[in-house]
Each structure stands twice: as C-alpha cells, then as structure tokens.
C-alpha cells in the first residue's frame, strides 16, 4: 500500500504565493514520476507540474514561470511553489506519484487533493 498526503492548500489573494507539499508513504521501493494536477468543477484534471527522479521537469504553459516544482527524494516528497496566483489558478490539487512498491509492483498513487482558491 503507498498512500500521498498533501498540505498546503488555502485562500490567497491574487498575486500571492502558496507552497504545496504531498509526501508518500508505505511499502516503497522507488518513486519515478511525481506530479502535480489540477481540477475544477464540470472539467478534465489537468498536468500542472511534473518530475523524474533524474530531475527532468515539465510545466503546463499557464503556469511557466509562476510555479516550481521540486522534489526531496530521500523523504519521497514532492513540493510545488505557487507565486504570482492568478483567479484561475483556484482548483482541487493533486499530487501522484510512479511508484515501485517493495512488492515490485508498480502503481500509480494519487492523493486526496487540497483545494487552492486565488480571490480578493
């Protein structure tokens, strides 16, 4: 079993900043891709932010610039830093992860989700 637990979700003001975290947790052997999703009410979840193990990052074009994702793979945590926060970046995040259990299965775990909201 691997579970993701995410923090950080709240209420910012646009122009703001928020830091998400999601730690892993359990049987794990290895962890490949983390990554950060987003959804909102009646659309798609959507790619915010992802990151191999090697460091390789990918970013959504909306938020270039404005969001960084980064990783400490010795406590399996990925973490995503949101500045300049835009109206539209309020949504339900969610963080996965590519991870190969002790078992040497492989799954794909997401977390629970936090909710972002940006308004004045």
């Known amino acids: 079993q691997v579970q993701l637990v995410e923090s950080g979700g709240g209420l910012v003001q646009p122009g703001g900043s928020l830091r998400l975290s999601c730690a892993a947790s359990?049987?794990?052997?290895?962890?490949?891709?983390m990554g950060w999703y987003r959804q909102v009410p009646g659309k798609q979840r959507e790619l915010v932010a992802t990151s191999t193990s090697g460091g390789r990052i990918n970013y959504a074009d909306s938020v270039k610039g404005r969001f960084t994702i980064s990783r400490d793979n010795t406590k399996n945590t990925v973490f995503l830093q949101m500045d300049n926060l835009k109206p539209e970046d309020t949504a339900v995040y969610y963080c996965n992860a590519d991870v190969l259990t002790s078992s040497w299965s492989r799954v794909l775990s997401w977390g629970q989700g936090t909710q972002v909201t940006v308004s004045s």
């Open positions: 359990g049987s794990i052997e290895s962890i490949g891709v």
